[in-house]
């Protein structure tokens, strides 16, 4: 185990404030993020197009809709015969391990706590809130409007569940999956940073 190696993975429910802080973390770690990056990244070096995978876990809000996608294969042999949504998926763990390989992170969704899981160096974090708190964020920090918050909300969280179940074999936001749930909505983002730090240095160095 590399003890300097410090990966820290974020999975959230939507208005939690969990981009904001594993932003904060790379930035106070002085070490690579990726959110949205990690999209980027895995276009560049699969060759999918950034868009369609970013469109395929939304689709996931439909579970029955999208497994039956998953499971479509083209009839070839080989990689070739999976379906666009695992191939998606197998260019997205492949890049998430490269990415973990090279060095300390914070990697945030994209199922960054499964692919990595056993790996002594990652804390996987899941960070979760109440509703009030959840919407009070969205409206005045993300901009959502007020009268689809709630739609909005529902959809991201049911799309983020159904595609880590699918892709995993888990159930999203379990505590048994992270090494570390927090609530968001009782203490400030740059206190959560700091726990959350502290946390992985204990894990790391026990």
Known sequence: MDRKKKIITISREFGSG??????????????PYYDKELLDRIAEESGF?????????????????????????????????????????????????????????????????????????????????????KIKRAVQEYGVPEDSVKKLMKDTDKARANYYSYHTGRKWGQH?????????GYIEIE???DLIIKYSEVKLYR
């Open 49 to 133: 197009c950034k868009e369609m995978m970013e469109d395929a876990e939304m689709k996931a809000k439909n579970s029955f809709l999208y497994s039956l996608a998953s499971a479509m294969g083209t009839g070839e042999a080989g990689p070739e015969s999976l379906s666009l949504n695992e191939r998606f998926f197998l260019a997205q763990f492949d890049t998430i391990r490269k990415i973990a390989e090279e060095g300390s992170c914070v990697i945030v969704g994209r199922c960054a706590d499964y692919i990595l899981r056993g790996m002594p160096e990652a804390t996987n974090v899941f960070i979760y809130a109440e509703e009030e708190d």
């Open 18 to 31: 969990g981009r904001l802080i594993g932003k904060r973390l790379a930035e106070k770690l002085d070490v």
């Open 191 to 193: 206190d959560v940073v």
């Open 176 to 184: 048994v999956n992270y090494n570390l749930s927090i609530d968001s």
